[in-house]
T-cell receptor, first 117, second 110 residues
Framework: GAVVSQHPSRVICKSGTSVKIECRSL??????MFWYRQFPKQSLMLMAT?????????EQGVEKDKFLINHASLTLSTLTVTSAHPEDSSFYIC?????????????FGPGTRLTVT | GIQVEQSPPDLILQEGANSTLRCNFS?????LQWFHQNPWGQLINLFY???GTKQNGRLSATTVATERYSLLYISSSQTTDSGVYFC????????????FGTGTRLKVLA
């Protein structure tokens, strides 16, 4: 149980285009999901919190107009990188917590590697 | 904000050796998890351990919340244990937002 999937696993796009990344909780419901970014050989940095039925909240320094988040249902959150530039190239990872779980344990997707050329 | 430091930053072991990884945090936390990031980037849940001690096979973890640290023990290491180990703590009670530590990069040699 407690599986989170992401799609696509890898994407290459041209500068100026937009890319959508999907995050799904496969066997549980998640009112709240999280998006992280990881640069090579660095730790994970929280970008934003995705809330089903309401607007996402962004961490300081993260441009909300560049990273659009939509939490369409209790099992799906999407991150759209708009007008992507080479500096947006990174590894994007989502996480979710089972709404029914007693603990605060979070489960992470396998990540999406974005390369902007 | 809360700071999460891990040590050592890098560790090279011979297969079969034991090791201890440490996670220090600068403020009290309610929730803490240990993860193993494999070479493909997937984060694998090892322990959810806000306090106390847990064991799972060759791995065990201890969190002493009052002293603001957690330890991950790996015994009889195997080459498949290679990767990066992260601890993550919840930032603020009830936020579910995790701050990740700096990581320990482990390489186990055959």
């Amino acid at each position: 149980g407690a599986v989170v999937s992401q799609h696509p696993s890898r994407v290459i796009c041209k500068s100026g285009t937009s890319v959508k990344i999907e995050c799904r909780s496969l066997d549980f419901q998640a009112t709240t999901m999280f998006w992280y970014r990881q640069f090579p050989k660095q730790s994970l940095m929280l970008m934003a919190t995705s809330n089903e039925g309401s607007k996402a909240t962004y961490e300081q320094g993260v441009e909300k107009d560049k990273f659009l988040i939509n939490h369409a249902s209790l099992t799906l959150s999407t991150l759209t990188v708009t007008s992507a530039h080479p500096e947006d190239s990174s590894f994007y990872i989502c996480s979710a917590r089972d709404d029914r779980a007693f603990s605060y344990e979070q489960y992470f997707g396998p990540g999406t590697r974005l390369t902007v050329t | 904000g809360i700071q999460v430091e891990q040590s050592p930053p890098d560790l090279i072991l011979q297969e079969g050796a034991n090791s201890t990884l440490r996670c220090n945090f600068s403020d009290s936390v309610n929730n803490l998890q240990w993860f193993h990031q494999n070479p493909w980037g997937q984060l694998i849940n090892l322990f959810y351990i806000p306090s106390g001690t847990k064991q799972n096979g060759r791995l065990s973890a201890t969190t002493v919340a009052t002293e603001r640290y957690s330890l991950l023990y790996i015994s009889s290491s195997q080459t498949t244990d290679s990767g990066v180990y992260f601890c993550a703590v919840e930032r603020g009670s009830g936020t579910y937002k995790y701050i990740f530590g700096t990581g320990t990069r482990l390489k186990v040699l055959a």
